[in-house]
């Protein structure tokens, strides 16, 4: 078995990590980095599962990750950054639930988009509050911190270990010091590059391009799983 490249003690819960983008950053930073990792999910056996499906991909690859299971409100409590990997419409809920176990220590991590489908294709809905991480930041106790990553991402392209990616991670966040934690964390997947795009205010221009890409995606051949990289 392999050792990773980043060697550290935070520890990283990936709430909803049973859906696409909660493998895919499993599988990622399970293979990139050392960052101790918990699948999280409403339902502990199929974090449990969830958890023996990503090790055995791994360990396929000659990886051994540390990478654990737990009901969402257990992982969450113990770990020091919180991935909310679930539907947008439901962050606010399952923040609610875990806010008990967080201290400010811990930093919440959203990569949700709001996004309403017609005919035509995807459309950006923001909740009332301008974007989902305002909305998230809203219901997160005060001295929680929010930081927005991942969001732009394919998780169906991430997760294809074989796919070597290039692309980049938009940040968004009012404390520096999480986004900087956020933004090594990111940057401990090859291949991925986490730049800042500011305080949460500025979340609706990064949210909005999540339908512009998988409509860019549908109207266009070899588009598939398209990701943004700046230049
Ligand atoms: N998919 C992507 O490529 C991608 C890329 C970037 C960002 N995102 C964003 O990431 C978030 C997750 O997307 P996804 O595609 O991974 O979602 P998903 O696969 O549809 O769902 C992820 C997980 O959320 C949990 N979940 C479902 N309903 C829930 C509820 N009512 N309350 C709490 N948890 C619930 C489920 O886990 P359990 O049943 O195990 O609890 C599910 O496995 C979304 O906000 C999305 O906008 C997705």
Known sequence: ?????????????LLGG??????????RLGRDSDYALTIGSRDER???????????????????PHLGAAENVDAA????????SIPPYYADETVETIAPGLDDE?????????????????????PSAGSV??????????????????????????????VEIETDTLLLGDDEDAKETVATIADSIRGLRP????????ATEVEALTPLLINLARYNDDMENVCVTFH
Do not use: C, W
């Open 1 to 13: 078995m392999t050792t990773n490249a980043t060697t550290t003690e935070t520890e990283i819960a």
């Open 18 to 27: 049973t859906g696409e983008i909660g493998r895919a950053l499993a599988l």
């Open 46 to 64: 199929k974090a449990s599962e969830a958890a023996e499906d990503y090790r055995s991909r791994l360990r396929d690859r000659g990886v051994e």
């Open 77 to 84: 409590a113990d770990a020091d950054v919180v991935v909310l």
């Open 106 to 126: 811990t930093i919440l991590v959203s990569p949700a988009v709001g996004m309403q489908r017609d005919e035509d294709g995807l459309h950006y809905h923001p």
């Open 133 to 162: 991480i305002e909305m998230i930041a809203d219901v997160a106790p005060d001295d929680v911190p929010v930081v927005g990553a991942f969001t732009n991402l394919s998780g169906e392209r991430l997760a294809d270990l074989d």
């Open 195 to 202: 730049l800042d795009v500011g305080p949460l205010t500025n």
